[in-house]
């Protein structure tokens, strides 16, 4: 049987997808060939040596700022946003099922905030922290910023998620005796739990990498994102690709282990 020709158009999209591929992954692995360089490596090619010396100073102290205590900070933040974003979009989710007094002006100031620009809304959070004669703190402020960013996205996909949810599981099982909170957390739940992992996922990531709406919040520390930044603007190494590589294996690392669970979950809705 003869091979099917492929047309013109055909061609012109596949050399267009793989531009699309070389935009999105060639300055990621410029600096991932950057980071392995020497301990006289520069910033720009050509790389000078091979070794794993700048990944290795990621962990250690730098002329000016430190990677591994703003990385800590930026863990921490992004778990602590992605619990609360996980839980009160849930919640929200749940509560918008039905129509209730007030619910298209909560929608409208909910999704607001991803209208006005980041820089105001850090800005407007530290303002009211000094009124109220709060410090601003990476734990406090920051984290007020940061949902601020995740909350909107999170509450979006869980009313799309809600939208499309068939009731007939709940209502079938109130009709055996199950309570509200017994239907929740074997029915729907279950039903739910792999876009929860998914919005959970996208809660760290947004905060992970946030930087404009921590810039004027974040008190005496800094968090990853302004700990780079801190850097660029004064002394730079090749440490700095060295921890851009580290990054994106960690991100792709969160990644696998998302996919793997919504598989396991995936399996278990299936039996």
Request: aromatic share 14%.
């Amino acid at each position: 049987m003869a091979e099917k020709k492929r047309s013109l158009s055909y061609y012109l999209l596949a050399g267009f997808f793989g531009l699309f591929v070389l935009f999105l992954y060639g300055p990621m692995s410029a600096i991932f060939l950057l980071s392995l360089q020497g301990p006289e490596g520069q910033l720009t090619f050509p790389m000078r040596g091979f070794s794993l010396h700048w990944l290795k100073a990621v962990f250690e102290p730098q002329r000016v700022g430190n990677f591994v205590d703003g990385f800590g900070r930026s863990l921490w933040l992004g778990l602590i946003v992605m619990l609360i974003t996980v839980v009160f979009s849930v919640m929200a989710g749940l509560a918008f099922r039905r129509k209730f007094f007030g619910s298209n002006l909560i929608f409208y100031l909910t999704i607001s905030s991803l209208i006005v620009p980041s820089i105001l809304v850090s800005l407007g959070i530290g303002i009211l922290f000094s009124i109220v004669g709060l410090d601003n703190q990476w734990y406090s402020s920051a984290l007020a910023g940061h949902l601020t960013w995740t909350l909107p996205f999170a509450f979006l996909i869980m009313l799309g998620i809600f939208g499309r949810f068939n009731p007939a599981y709940e209502e079938a099982a109130r009709d055996l005796g199950a309570s509200d909170t017994t239907t929740f957390w074997q029915i729907v739940f279950p039903l739910i739990a792999s876009s929860v992992i998914g919005v959970g996922l996208l809660g760290f990531t947004l905060s992970y990498d946030e930087f404009t709406r921590t810039s004027l919040i974040s008190g005496e520390t800094n968090t990853l994102p302004l700990e780079i930044f801190g850097m660029t603007t004064n002394v730079t190494s090749p440490a700095l690709y060295a921890l851009g590589t580290l990054t994106t294996l960690f991100s792709f690392a969160l990644i696998a282990i998302a996919l793997v669970a919504i598989n396991s979950l995936s399996r278990q809705q299936t039996r």
